[in-house]
């Protein structure tokens, strides 16, 4: 009876025998140079005893964890209806779905907040030569691509004559 455990024992004395080797073999190999700054508190890219004002942790970290979660948490919930979906039939399809409905929902409320853009907030600034009062859509649209293209400004022109004559 105790000869179907003697693997198991085994294996649990080997786990045990390999974790102490690897400790007595970094503390006998690995070199111990201690300084100042090493001995230092280090956490989450703050040195405490080093600085004054630490600076805060960056929000978009925790959004990224929470992303994580949120997935992690779909795959426990989703790979036991993948074993037993016949066997629940339209009643697991309807709560798997409304589960699902709910992860997506708060995927798109991180990605709305910037969960997944890391680099500085880009600004882009149109040239004061385009936010003027005279810039229409006609003179516009005259001014771009009819250079060189006099039987494109003359059809151009009998359209604008047609319309004129229509509206008229």
Do not use: H
Not at 25 to 41: E, G, I, M, Y
Not at 50 to 68: C, D, E, G, Q, S
Not at 139 to 167: N, Y
């Amino acid at each position: 009876m105790l000869g179907q455990y003697l693997p198991v024992v085994m294996l649990f004395v080997l786990g045990v025998l390999f974790a102490l080797l690897s400790l007595i073999a970094s503390r006998l190999l690995a070199p111990n140079r201690s300084t100042p700054v090493k001995s230092l508190p280090y956490e989450c890219g703050v040195s405490g005893g080093a600085t004054r004002n630490p600076i805060r942790f960056p929000v978009k970290f925790f959004l990224v964890a929470m992303i994580f979660i949120v997935f992690d948490i779909e795959v426990i919930f989703l790979y036991p209806y993948a074993l037993v979906f016949n066997y629940l039939g339209s009643f697991g399809l309807v709560a798997i779905g409304i589960f699902s409905f709910a992860v997506f929902e708060s995927f798109v409320y991180l990605i709305s907040n910037g969960a997944l853009e890391w680099g500085p907030i880009k600004r882009v600034a149109r040239p004061i030569s385009q936010v003027t009062s005279t810039r229409t859509t006609s003179s516009t649209i005259r001014r771009v691509g009819t250079k060189g293209r006099e039987d494109g400004q003359k059809s151009a022109e009998t359209i604008e004559e047609f319309i004129e004559r229509e509206v008229a």
